[in-house]
């Protein structure tokens, strides 16, 4: 998970990230605050708002770029989840998906906004390749309750807003609270105007290497998309104002240490 901002981007362009390549995972971006243009290398062009999500599968490659849009508002606050694809998954053709609507319920007294994945019976249309959660749960008054989870899960909970007290954690801002599988409910006290953000899935029990903004299995397979993305073979994105990001230097040293 990136997590950016709360941040003020009034004197600035905002968010300019160029682009650059990626394989073997689906990006889910959600912003709180802001709008942000995505455009990548299978056309798509669109600008994402606060309770909308933008969904690409990289699968066997995808290139895109994510920019504020000209005139911006004052603030930028969003977040992006990486989604490793599973084996059997990984290599599928690239997709983008925009949901400008999700489904929402209320569970354990909380306003829940379904991303991906289920929650309390309520399924997102965005799709996914494995077994997984993402929510975004709102007190809309100072609450406590308990948010019903899948056993075989495990769980991550972050902080956007507010002040809330998860599985008698108080979280803190820029902290990631993990929690195992085992859980069938998740007990949340939050103050009021409090938002959460609650994903997980089934322990994926494969090994994964991530560098730079591939997710792989082997260093050959990282090596090799590497010389596509320095070969132009992702494709170009058209629109952005701007040459794409190179790839940095394969240090194998390196590599290794990130598994
Ligand atoms: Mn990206």
Do not use: C
């Amino acid at each position: 998970m990136d997590h950016y901002g709360p941040a003020s981007v009034d004197a600035g362009p905002g968010m300019q990230v160029p682009p650059h390549p990626h394989i073997g995972l689906q990006t889910l971006t959600w912003l709180f605050e802001g709008e942000v243009i995505h455009r990548d290398s299978l056309g798509s062009e669109k600008v994402i708002r606060p309770g909308q999500l933008n969904l690409m599968t990289a699968g066997k490659g995808v290139a895109h770029s994510e920019q504020s849009v000209r005139h911006h508002g004052p603030r930028l606050h969003g977040l992006q989840l990486w989604v490793a694809l599973p084996d059997h998954s990984r290599r599928v053709d690239p997709s983008f998906q925009h949901l400008p609507e999700l489904p929402r319920t209320e569970v354990g007294g909380f306003q829940a906004t379904v991303l991906a994945g289920s929650l309390a019976g309520v399924a997102s249309p965005a799709r996914s390749w494995s077994e997984l959660v993402g929510a975004e749960l709102e007190a809309v008054g100072d609450t406590m309750g308990e948010i019903p989870l899948l056993p075989t899960h495990e769980h991550g909970v972050v902080l956007a807003q507010g002040h809330a007290v998860v599985a008698g954690t108080f979280l803190q801002p820029g902290r990631l609270l993990y929690l195992g599988p085992g859980r069938e409910v998740l007990p949340i006290s939050a103050r009021t105007t409090t938002r959460l953000l609650l994903f997980g899935g089934q322990p994926l029990g494969e090994p994964l290497l991530m560098w730079w903004n591939f997710v792989a299995r082997t260093g050959e397979e990282i090596a090799q998309a590497v010389a596509d993305w320095n070969a132009g073979r992702f494709g170009p994105v058209a629109g952005y104002p701007g040459p794409p990001l190179a790839a940095p230097a394969l240090d194998p040293v390196r590599l290794v240490a990130r598994f």
